[in-house]
Each structure stands twice: as C-alpha cells, then as structure tokens.
C-alpha cells in the first residue's frame, strides 16, 4: 500500500513542528530570563534610590539651615510694635513661601 503524503502536508508538519519547538523555546525563556533581568534591574534601583535618597537628605539638610538662621535673624532682632513695621520686616527677609508658608 503506497500512501504518498502531499506537498501540501508535508509543509503542514513542518510549520506545525516548527511551532513547537518555537513555542518550547519560548516556555524555557520565559522562566530563565525573568530570573536573569530581576537581579540586574534590582541592583540599579537600588542604586537609583541610593542616590535619590542622598539628594533629599541634602536638601533637607539645607532646609533646615536656612529655617535656622532665619529663626536667629527673627530674634536677634527687636519686633517692631506696628503692623506695618512687622510687614516690612517680613517683606526685608525674603520669606521662601514654599518652605515658610504664606504667614
């Protein structure tokens, strides 16, 4: 009995298992490289925020340091007995209304 397999059939097969293997391939990928790619990505951001980090730190730092002096500015000099006096000290020293508030 001599079955002959088509052309048409025999292209069949071969995309058929040309799909498999693709597919298995894939499979293996998808489980070894997650693996590969978290590690190297997390030591980066762990770097970035390092880094994000110490600049917030230093800007606080320097928040600080100009709330402080103006704390010394306010003191050390007398507060002066009308409204408008006290306006014009305020207005002399420049008050940063993001860090201060509108006051």
Do not use: N, W
């Not at 704390?71 to 006290?86: H, K, M």
């Not at 306006?87 to 209304?97: E, G, I, Q, S, T």
């Amino acid at each position: 009995m001599d079955i002959r397999v088509s052309h048409r059939t025999r292209a069949l097969y071969y995309a058929v298992a040309s799909s498999l293997l693709l597919s298995l391939l894939f499979l293996v990928l998808s489980f070894i490289l997650p693996s590969l790619t978290v590690s190297q990505d997390e030591q980066k951001t762990l770097g970035l925020l390092r880094t994000h980090s110490r600049s917030i730190q230093s800007e606080f730092g320097k928040v600080l340091t100009d709330l402080s002096l103006m704390r010394q500015q306010v003191l050390s000099t007398p507060f002066p007995g009308p409204a408008r006096e006290i306006f014009d000290l305020f207005k002399k020293m420049r008050l940063d209304v993001a860090t201060v508030g509108v006051g």
